[in-house]
Nanobody, 115 residues
Framework: QVQLAESGGGLVQAGGSLRLACAAS????????MSWYRQAPGKQRELVAV???????WYVDSVKGRFTISRDNAKSTMYLQMNSLKPEDTAVYYC?????????WGQGTQVTVSS
């Protein structure tokens, strides 16, 4: 059973930066495919970025060039560096781990970007 815990959310002005972290426990972190999702009020949960066990990354178009996903297998932690934040980035950000067929969610961390 994998457990995920996000941290690093908060309130920031537009143009600012935040770094989210997702600490995993209870599994073999290095073989997990990890992702960040977000859900804004009244909207569906959206896939933001993915990092595979091999380190390959994918981003949704709206965050390309501004967000960077990374992982530290030694610390069983995934990160999301968010730069040039915009008000439309405001959402609850969730960590997701996949070790097929099992999948796991974190509890979410709030990111609020003021204009």
């Amino acid at each position: 059973q994998v457990q995920l815990a996000e941290s690093g959310g908060g309130l920031v002005q537009a143009g600012g930066s935040l770094r989210l972290a997702c600490a995993a426990s209870g599994g073999i972190f290095s073989i997990l495919s990890m992702s960040w999702y977000r859900q804004a009020p009244g909207k569906q949960r959206e896939l933001v970025a993915v990092i595979t066990s091999g380190g390959d990354a994918w981003y949704v178009d709206s965050v390309k060039g501004r967000f960077t996903i990374s992982r530290d297998n030694a610390k069983s932690t995934m990160y999301l560096q968010m730069n040039s934040l915009k008000p439309e980035d405001t959402a609850v950000y969730y960590c997701f781990a996949l070790q097929s067929p099992a999948s796991y969610w974190g509890q979410g961390t709030q990111v609020t970007v003021s204009s």
